[in-house]
């Protein structure tokens, strides 16, 4: 089945009174975004991870888990993200507000400092800055740790403008629906969408379903993540509302 499929989460930011606005906006599906450009990449190495940020959108472009073999080569390390050889399994972040539309989503070439980063005490922060948009002043920081898989994403927001503002923040998971390599005819696991809600607890979703617009599944909720599910690795993005959408189908 061809196509991209899409797992979105958003949370407003609360006091702005176009942030339900913003939100709703957020949710609604881009057809044009699952088509990927490319900026300049990020590296990152710690002791468990190597990470490739790309500059535009400051997407997570590339992981590969160190500690585990791939399916095909145990020469090399499991590539769980990727965006190369026709695959995509990508993870996104953005801002939005109906009162500085300028925000930088997952569209917007950010810079870095450095090329390359690696791990060499406990904490290590990426910074990735946007353009300056009407006054306000982003940065998106990602946060990687020893020992850990997880990777912490947060906005730095300095509103130097005239307007208040409150945005909304999206966290997206853009995967395509090929099974993963190395899984054979006989021995076959669910690759695919997963969300949590406090309400409605674990529910998983086909890709086939998405495609037909089926689906029972939690719409929005809170305190829950959105999750893609392959072999026996997940990847999530935990959130306060969220809701899942099919992106692009080919």
């Known amino acids: 089945m061809a ?3 899409c797992a979105q989460a958003c949370c407003a930011g609360g006091t702005d009174t176009d942030s339900p606005e913003s939100c709703q906006r957020a949710r609604q599906p881009d057809f044009e975004s699952a088509k990927l450009t490319s900026g300049q990449r990020i590296v ?3 002791d468990v991870l190597k990470a490739e940020i790309d500059t535009v959108g400051g997407d997570l472009r590339q992981l590969s888990l160190l500690k585990h073999d791939s399916a095909t080569d145990t020469k090399q390390p499991f590539a769980l993200f990727t965006d190369k050889g026709g695959r995509v399994y990508v993870a996104q972040t953005g801002l939005m507000a109906a009162s500085n539309p300028a ?7 950010f810079s870095a400092e450095q090329s390359s980063y690696t791990l060499s005490g406990d904490k290590l922060e990426v910074k990735l800055t946007a353009p300056v948009a009407n006054g306000v002043k982003v940065s998106k920081v990602y946060t990687f740790k020893k020992g850990s898989y997880d990777i912490d994403v947060r906005y730095d927001i300095v509103n130097g403008g005239t307007v208040p503002l409150a945005p909304t923040a999206y966290y997206r998971l853009l995967r395509d629906a090929r099974a993963p390599e190395g899984e054979g005819r006989f021995s076959h696991t669910f690759t695919g969408p997963a969300v949590y809600t406090a309400e409605n607890k674990f ?7 998405l495609a037909k617009g089926k689906g029972d599944y939690a719409k929005n909720g809170s305190n829950g993540w959105v999750s893609m599910l392959q072999h026996y690795f997940m990847s999530a993005s935990g959130t306060q509302a969220v809701e899942w959408s099919k992106c692009l189908q080919g």
């Open 44 to 46: 990152v190495n710690t």
């Open 203 to 209: 529910q998983k979703v086909s890709f086939e379903d």
């Open 3 to 5: 196509g991209i499929f």
């Open 103 to 109: 925000l930088p989503t997952h569209k917007t070439v």
